[in-house]
């Protein structure tokens, strides 16, 4: 999730998700915890408990999301858009490949990313290729397995 230098690209949007869940985590997900692993110490001898195995292993993994999502947080970079013409971390761009097909994409940082929701991806092979383009450029896009270009119809 960490980006270059350690920078994680964020929207006001996407901070806010990982505060949300960071309170979550330190509140109800460690209450949650603690009372596994206290119905799990009711068993009786822990040396040979699985479920008491399972509490601890889902605290240990609690812990490292709450390191992790405060890490983030310490190093995000709030996505703010300073030029509209050209394409950065928050634009929205709409692009036409080689067959005339058009899709718009919105570049985020990777933690936000979802190509399901085209919500790609700063350091993805599309994202980075558009980074710093406006429109009527057109790119090329290398990925492991193609090459193609695409044309920026629009930037917002």
Known sequence: MLENNNVVYLTKEGYAEL???LKYLKSEGI???AHKLDVARSYGDISENSEYDAAREEEAQL???IMKIENQLRNAKI????????VNVGSTVVVEDEYGEQDTYKITGSFEADP???LISNESP??????GASKGDTVGVKTA???FELKV????
């Open 19 to 21: 505060e949300s869940r």
């Open 31 to 33: 209450m949650d915890v």
């Open 63 to 65: 812990h490292m999301e």
């Open 79 to 86: 996505i703010s858009k300073t030029r509209s013409d050209v």
């Open 116 to 118: 399901t929701k085209n």
């Open 126 to 131: 599309i994202g980075k290729a558009l980074i």
């Open 145 to 147: 397995t193609s090459s």
């Open 153 to 156: 119809i629009s930037v917002k």
